[in-house]
């Protein structure tokens, strides 16, 4: 993104599937998959990422990661593909919503700071809602600059992650999305720890459900799950 563009909305939009799904019979599977995924990849004015967590949270198996340019045109893409097939099997299980703006803290984002709908995808993503104290925001903008500065210091640190801040204000129960894509999770895991012995962690109010997702195309994710994808659509790569 660039400061050209306007805002823009995010969907962090995560989806558990009924277990009665497998049971089906393989036509039925192939079907329903095909259609989900058909319904998912055609949405207008919606940029998608897919995501697999299947067995690595309780109740969720699937991520779409949406970027659009209004909040209408998520709405209409999450409907359309929870009517199409699988979806009909699928419950929403954490939904996120946020905006990219500018950050009032950095002045010339780096590489690790602009949008994670840019670029290469890395192997992982982890997305999660995050609210700061009520003090925070009574503290003078000197104040608080000073202390982001050390927690981006300690971010810069970590060059193999990136991360993306998006604003909730009004629009969720959290004041920010986070995501973080790297394809070391060793890495990541590190910086967090790290992150949590700096002074910007008294501030801290929520920071979890932590959402952690594998980059796989959508075929791929619903072969996983059981069913099979459109053989004509070429879905997305890692």
């Keep these: 993104m660039t400061e050209a563009d306007p805002e ?19 036509r039925d599977r192939s ?8 319904a998912v990849e055609r949405a207008p004015r919606v940029t998608t990422f897919t995501y697999s967590m299947i067995g690595l949270r309780p109740g ?6 949406r970027l659009a340019g209004a909040l209408d ?7 359309a593909a929870l009517r199409a097939g699988l979806g009909c099997h699928l419950t929403v299980t954490e939904s996120l919503l946020g905006i990219i703006q500018p950050s009032q803290y950095v002045k010339k984002p780096t590489v690790q700071e602009q949008s994670l709908f840019t670029g290469e995808r890395s192997r992982y993503l982890i ?4 609210t700061k104290s009520t003090e925070w925001y009574l503290l003078s903008q000197a104040a608080r600059q000073g202390i982001m500065n050390e927690h981006m210091r300690v971010g810069h640190e970590y060059a193999q992650v990136r991360q993306l801040l998006a604003y ?9 999305v986070v995501a973080y894509e790297t394809d ?5 895991s590190n910086l967090v720890r790290d992150l949590r012995g700096t002074e910007s962690r008294r501030s801290t109010v929520r920071d979890t459900p932590i959402l952690t997702c ?15 994808g459109d053989p004509g659509s070429p879905g997305q790569r890692p």
């Design 214 to 228: 594998v980059h796989r195309p959508l075929q791929e994710i619903l072969e996983l799950l059981g069913g099979a």
């Design 31 to 38: 079907e329903g998959a095909m259609a989900f995924c058909q």
């Design 168 to 176: 909730s204000f009004g629009i969720d129960d959290q004041d920010f």
């Design 8 to 26: 823009r909305f995010i969907h962090a939009l995560a989806l558990g599937l009924d277990p009665g799904w497998r049971r089906l019979s393989e």
């Design 184 to 188: 070391d999770l060793i890495a990541f």
């Design 60 to 65: 969720t198996d699937l991520l779409l990661w």
């Design 73 to 79: 045109d998520l709405e209409e893409a999450a409907a």
């Design 127 to 130: 997305v999660y809602p995050f």
